[in-house]
Nanobody, 123 residues
Framework: QVQLVESGGGSVQAGGSLRLSCAAS????????MAWFCQAPGKEREFVAA????????YYADSVKGRFTISRDNAKNTLYLQMNSLKPEDTAVYYC????????????????WGQGTQVTVSS
């Protein structure tokens, strides 16, 4: 079992930046790929970015390429999402996810989820 806790959300004006963190605890000795997803009100949860266990592979949704950067520090058991040039349409609850055998954008394949952190971008 792995427990995930997100932090770093908040309110920011368009063009601003935020850095989200996701702290993992539990069976963190195993090799988990991790990802960020977001869910806006009334919409489906959707993929934002994923990173392999070593950090050597990353994958982004087209909507965030060039603006968001996913990274991880395995020594600290922490996943990050640096969000720059934020837009009002980025407003959503952001969730981190982890899985031992899957790396990709399909949320159905991730076994472990955090509780989410709210990001609000005003125009």
């Amino acid at each position: 079992q792995v427990q995930l806790v997100e932090s770093g959300g908040g309110s920011v004006q368009a063009g601003g930046s935020l850095r989200l963190s996701c702290a993992a605890s539990g069976r963190t000795s195993r090799s988990y790929a991790m990802a960020w997803f977001c869910q806006a009100p009334g919409k489906e949860r959707e993929f934002v970015a994923a990173i392999s266990w070593t950090g050597g592979r990353t994958y982004y949704a087209d909507s965030v390429k060039g603006r968001f950067t996913i990274s991880r520090d395995n020594a600290k058991n922490t996943l990050y999402l640096q969000m720059n040039s934020l837009k009002p349409e980025d407003t959503a609850v952001y969730y981190c996810a982890a899985d031992i055998s899957y790396y990709g954008s399909d949320l159905r394949n991730y076994d472990y989820w955090g509780q989410g952190t709210q990001v609000t971008v005003s125009s």
